[in-house]
Structure formats: C-alpha cells, structure tokens
C-alpha cells in the first residue's frame, strides 16, 4: 500500500507538469489532469487510445512468457482488469512521449475531435488511422534496451521486459 501511494504521488505530480510539455497547438490542446471513461479532452482522448494499445501489446507479452497478466504485483486485482499489465506499462510512459509528439510536431490537429454531448470527447476515424500508422512506425524505431545494452525495436520492448520479469 505505501508503494502504491508513492506511485500515486509521483503520478501527481508528473501529471501535474504534463500541460507544460505541450509547446504546440495549446488551443486545441490541453491537459488539466488525466481523466478517462470517457476523456474529456483532446489530449486524454489521445492517451487514452494510446494506452489501449500498449496495454493490449503488453498483455500479448505476458501470455506469450507464461506470465498471467490479470496478477500484479503493484496494480490491485479485480476481475478482468490485466493488473500485471498495468505493473508493467509504469515503465514505459512512451504512451505519454508518443503524444506529446504528436502533437508538438503538429502530426495531428484539433479539427479531429468530436465532443458528445456529456462531454465525452470522441477521435475520428481519420485521426485513429493516423495514430495507428504512426504508432506502427514508432514500434519500428530502434533503441538500445538499458538493462541488456543490446539494440531492440522499440516495439518488442514489452515482450523483452516481460522476459525479463519471467
């Protein structure tokens, strides 16, 4: 429980600094907090998609390494919640990095938004196409893992931490 309200504060105030990390297009995009089910804004909706999939391609990972992912260690366990998952996508806020970037690149724009009626706000489908394509793209980068100073697209880096932690 104490680790889990350290991550909570760090969390805080990470979030709490991320409007700052946002140089372009500030009209359109904001961050006054991290909300979700539904996002309220343009950057959540962003983050939130993008979270989608990396939590999808983490739970891959641990079901291919043995690993249950519906079993953390720092995550709670309720059901159907991949709580190993969410232990896991703690160290790779590239979800994060990854909409920054778009947005400071001007990759993506406003006019791709729709706010519903209970404030909900949705992405069109032009807009999911460019996240996805772009998403793709990013996994094909290369880095080098810190741990196995080995180089590794940053796509398998989920598989790779997942072997690690088996």
């Not at 805080?12 to 909300?35: M, T």
């Not at 089910?37 to 891959?60: C, E, G, H, K």
């Not at 969410?86 to 590239?94: G, V, Y």
């Amino acid at each position: 429980n104490q680790l889990r309200g350290y991550e909570g504060e760090a969390a805080s105030i990470y979030f709490g600094v991320f409007d700052e990390l946002i140089l372009q297009q500030k009209k359109d995009f904001f961050f006054q907090g991290r909300n979700r089910r539904p996002p309220l804004d343009n950057v959540n909706a962003m983050l939130s998609f993008t979270y989608t999939l990396l939590t999808t391609q983490i739970t891959s990972a641990l079901e291919v390494v043995g690993l249950d992912p519906y079993v953390g260690y720092m995550h709670t366990e309720r059901p159907g919640r991949v709580s190993l998952s969410l232990d896991l996508i703690e160290e790779l806020r590239a979800a994060d990095r990854f909409v920054l970037s778009l947005i400071n690149k001007k990759i993506v724009n406003g006019k791709s938004f729709t706010k519903k009626e209970n404030g909900a706000v949705l992405m069109d489908t032009d807009i999911r196409k460019k996240l996805l394509s772009e998403w793709q793209n990013k996994k094909k980068e290369i880095i080098t893992h810190p741990y196995l100073n080995e180089k590794v697209e940053w796509g398998m880096v989920p598989f790779v931490q997942a072997m690690l932690l088996a």
